[in-house]
């Protein structure tokens, strides 16, 4: 993995803005539309392509395809795995339920996104490699055209969820306790997890569940409890990536990527200590939000191994606001003074689109928030290795 060896590189989480033509055709093939398999292959190459371009034009570093083959991180696994159908019903984060008449609003409003979350019903086991094999012919094809206008990106990464953020979204209705579905979920993903690396990506799991779920999946138990299950969830994740070299890992870790009161999250500094124990060298964390933006100080007070890289959040996902390039080398800033210049990358609180057809954010503001980060990176790095001089 790239280090900000010069200067403080940027990246972000992972899902970015789709086009009205993806969302069109991801959902088509969601709902079981005959969907021409060249006319789906031609979209969404465009899309990698044209996504891949954008980031660069922001100036982004480590880039992704941008999730546009997916529905959304985490109940994609449905069509490359077995074992997953139907759907199951939605329960509300614990914030939300706290106020009903802003859980209804945003029902009403559309501010929920609508799609399937299958149940796992049978034996969890590899299905089908193909959409895999796609997503990174087509990453493979627009890094190629990127390097072809020597613009080419530092880095790349693609996302992959984790076994907790898949036993989160889809309830278990078939193996004999939490711990037996983890491990049949994180044996069936290890495929995937390896063939990313084998391809020369960096591969970032994203795991909401360490934050998410302490008022989602774990909400109704005690917060003891929520700690040894969200420990199992680790540890369950590092046996599955035991073939998978530490620098070649990030994770992403954050409490819903909603607009809402988020009082109920467990604190950073409950969830940090469990997060570090994680085989990934990166760690991707909100900093930047109104619930989480102080959290700094946790960073600050813990010991950070040696060889852990940090990327806060240095952008809100969840507001059209364009952060002042100033504040953003502020935040980069921070983080640097006491893990080092070296250990620190500009990231993003979360995606920018988790759900495809879904985001407050209007698309060219994404790419302007984006370019911010950028800026207000150019700005720290000058700071700090001329402070170094």
Known sequence: MKHSVDRILTTHVGSLPRSKAVTDVVFGRERGDVIDSAAFESVIRHAVTDVVARQRQAH????????????SYATYIKDRLTGFDGDSSRDPPADLEDYPQFLAKLAKSGGTPAYRRPRCVGEIRPKDAHPLQDDIVWFDEALSNAAARHDAPIEAFMNSASPGVIALFQPNEHYPSHERYLEAIAEAMRAE????????????????????????LFKRRPPEEYRKLAELHVEVLNHALR??????????????????????????????PIALKAKPQALLFEASNPRHAHEWTCFRDTHIPDEKILIPGVLDSVTNFIEHPLLVAERI????SFVGRERVIAGTDCGFSTFAGFGVIDPDIVYAKLASMAEGARIASSRLWTARH
């Open 193 to 216: 997890y390896e063939a990313i690396v084998a391809a020369g990506y960096v591969l970032q799991i994203d795991a909401p569940d360490l934050g998410l779920g302490g008022h989602t």
């Open 333 to 336: 800033e921070r983080f640097a």
């Open 60 to 71: 982004v570093d480590v880039v992704s395809d941008g999730e546009m083959s997916k529905i």
């Open 243 to 272: 073939n998978c070299p530490t620098d070649r890992l990030r994770m992403h870790i954050c409490w819903g990527n909603y607009e809402g009161p988020h009082h109920h999250d467990v604190p950073m500094d409950v969830v940090l």
